[in-house]
């Protein structure tokens, strides 16, 4: 199984971006999704989540300006950002739990670079 992240950049503040995760292989069904980000010297910080009951759960410093949502058809995850700061700069990762051949598995992107800035 493969996480593919795109959609990062740069954008000036006030801006919006839409990153994308979508995950191929051999699943049989995605659970829990969700994005984490970090900056250099700070610890992972979560971002959003969408629970294996369709739950919801945004970061405090996010709440009200980005907005998670998933295509099960596509296997793909997305993180929907809006009015961005400075201080959203970072490096986004998507998670994805997936049920494979061996069971419930968890799987990471590789990262994409968001940079907010005029």
């Known amino acids: 199984v493969q996480l593919q992240a795109s959609g990062g950049g740069l954008v000036q503040p006030g801006g919006s971006l839409r990153l994308s995760c979508a995950a191929s292989?051999?699943?049989?069904?995605?659970?829990?999704v969700g994005w984490y980000r970090q900056v250099p010297g700070k610890q992972r910080e979560l971002v959003a989540a969408?629970?294996?009951?369709?739950?919801?759960n945004y970061g405090d410093s996010v709440k009200g300006r980005f907005t998670i949502s998933r295509d099960n058809a596509k296997n793909t995850v997305y993180l929907q950002m809006n009015s961005l700061k400075s201080e959203d700069t970072a490096v986004y990762y998507c998670?994805?739990?997936?049920?494979?051949?061996?069971?419930?598995?968890?799987?990471w992107g590789q990262g994409t670079l968001v940079t907010v800035s005029s």
């Open positions: 998670y994805v739990w997936a049920r494979v051949v061996t069971g419930l598995q968890n799987y």
């Open positions: 292989g051999s699943i049989f069904s995605i659970n829990a």
């Open positions: 969408i629970g294996s009951g369709g739950s919801e």
